[in-house]
């Protein structure tokens, strides 16, 4: 079960990943834009550190080597169901943006304001998704390490978020607001 956990896991951002480009090509012009490389940059190089220097960095901060359990075949599933249902909510999210997508934090010419499918359940759903698909990934690991990306990431998140949030007050002053009342932003019916 392990090895299939891994390799599902892998194909589920595999097919995430493909979508986003292909779909990347089918977006609105910015109208304003501010930036975020430099976030998805330092995301790349934590996650990369997390990947190859897991062991190094649990040599030097023993806590971080903790295991909490065992690979085993539930916590297979669960890894699985975690990940395959966050892929879910970021397609489902992506599809209902349309247009109005971008990996910046951006606003588009004759921007949108999506309220509906998922973003009727949270502000921000594919920041939900990819949480969920990087809390599978800890929980396939089992280790503190992962789970100490997952907080760091859910940050990251966050602030991402808050940063979109402040443009779409600028441009939606009554709208959003209204809309932020009502749904979360990224734990449905919770946060």
């Not at 779909?23 to 990947?51: C, D, H, P, Y």
Request: charged share 15%.
């Amino acid at each position: 079960m392990k090895d299939f956990t891994l390799i599902f896991i892998f194909l589920c951002f595999a097919i995430q990943i493909i979508f986003w480009i292909v779909t990347a090509f089918s977006t609105k012009q910015a109208s304003e834009n501010r930036g975020g490389w430099t976030m998805r940059i330092s995301a790349l190089i934590i996650v990369g550190s997390v990947i190859f220097l897991k062991d190094q960095i649990a040599t030097i901060v023993p806590f971080l080597g903790i295991n909490f359990w065992p690979r085993s075949f539930t916590t297979g599933i669960v890894a699985d169901a975690a990940t395959f249902l966050g892929m879910a909510i970021m397609i489902w999210a992506r599809i209902t943006l349309g247009k109005n997508w971008s990996a910046n934090v951006v606003f588009k010419e004759n921007h949108e304001l999506i309220t509906h499918g998922p973003y009727s359940y949270a502000r921000h759903p594919i920041y939900s998704g990819l949480l969920l698909m990087v809390l599978g990934v800890a929980i396939y690991s089992g280790s503190s390490i992962w789970f100490l990306f997952f907080v760091l990431f859910f940050l990251g998140a966050y602030y991402k978020a808050y940063k979109e949030e402040k443009l779409l007050i600028k441009y939606f002053p009554e709208e959003y607001p209204a809309y932020a009342r009502r749904v979360r932003a990224i734990i449905p019916f919770v946060l």
